[in-house]
């Protein structure tokens, strides 16, 4: 038998790529000028950000788990935040990525997606049987759902407007829901109140519902000085009772897209 070649140009482009990506190194390519540009490595802060939310999410999970539901309902709030911040430094620091972007869709399916709906299921819901966790399913299917359209639509639609909950806004019903009631003794009406509310935002984040994404808002230009006076009044409301102050402001924002819609059906009718 003769023995073969196996030698290989280590010059290959193919041989180059497949070594980075033995090593483990991430590498994206763009087009610059017309030119493909292939770069190593991710930006640390936005993926810091990121990651930290995804810990909230985490910690969200393993509270509920321990029957400590205030903590968790508090660490989705706080992943909300940080969810807020990754995009808007990568923007400011111009270091956005497709490794970014992929990134923080999947630490938002553990945020507000699996987090909200466990926290709800251990709470309540887990005494419901096969009833409970199939509720608990359709919030967490539709969070995946709309975090999936909603990778899609990047580009194709309105900014001024979401189509569908968006996830956060969902997660911030079901933990606010949560966080205001933990407190209270088992009842027919509570239970029939989560159930509402944890399905419900699971249909609503996949419906066609449009609902204002307030991306539209110039925060930059001047305002009168007695804007500054609301912002602060703001601030005083929620901290007399977080929990219920944004339980209530996000639930009312849940409501406004079905009653937005249905003023726009009646007035076409009109």
């Known amino acids: 038998m ?8 280590k010059t290959d482009p193919h041989y180059v790529a497949e ?35 995804l810990f909230s999410g985490f ?7 321990n029957g400590v539901f205030d903590n968790a309902a508090i ?12 995009g808007r430094v990568a923007r400011m620091t111009n270091t ?20 909200p709906g466990l926290v709800a ?12 966790w199939a509720v608990t399913f359709i919030y967490v299917a539709g969070a995946a759902l709309r975090l999936a359209r909603f990778n899609t639509q990047i580009g194709s639609v309105d900014k001024k407007y979401f189509v569908g909950l968006a996830s956060p806004a969902a997660a911030a019903c ?30 609503l984040m ?28 703001i601030f005083v409301v929620i901290a007399l009772d977080p929990a219920t102050v944004l339980f209530s402001a996000f639930l009312i924002y849940a409501a406004s897209g079905p009653v937005r819609a249905l003023f726009r059906r009646k007035g076409k009718r009109a």
């Open 2 to 9: 003769t023995e073969q070649n196996t030698s290989i140009n």
């Open 19 to 53: 070594a980075e990506i033995e090593a483990g190194e991430v590498i994206e390519e763009e087009v610059v000028e017309g030119a493909k540009v292939r770069r190593k490595g991710i930006f640390l802060l936005p993926n810091a950000l990121t990651t930290a939310s």
């Open 59 to 65: 910690y969200a999970i393993v509270s509920a788990s």
């Open 75 to 86: 660490a989705i709030f706080v992943s909300m935040i940080l969810d807020g911040l990754d």
């Open 96 to 115: 956005q990525s497709k490794f970014g972007e992929e990134y923080d869709s999947l630490a938002d399916m553990v945020a507000f997606g699996v987090a």
């Open 121 to 132: 299921f251990f709470w309540l819901l887990n005494g419901m049987g096969k009833l409970g």
């Open 174 to 203: 079901v933990a606010g829901l949560v966080w205001s009631f933990h407190t209270f003794e088992p009842a027919v009406w509570l239970t029939a109140l989560t159930m509402v509310v944890v399905g419900g935002t699971g249909v």
């Open 206 to 233: 996949v419906s066609n519902i449009l609902y204002r994404s307030f991306k539209d808002l110039d925060l930059r230009g001047r305002v009168p000085f007695a804007a500054i006076l609301l912002v602060v009044l």
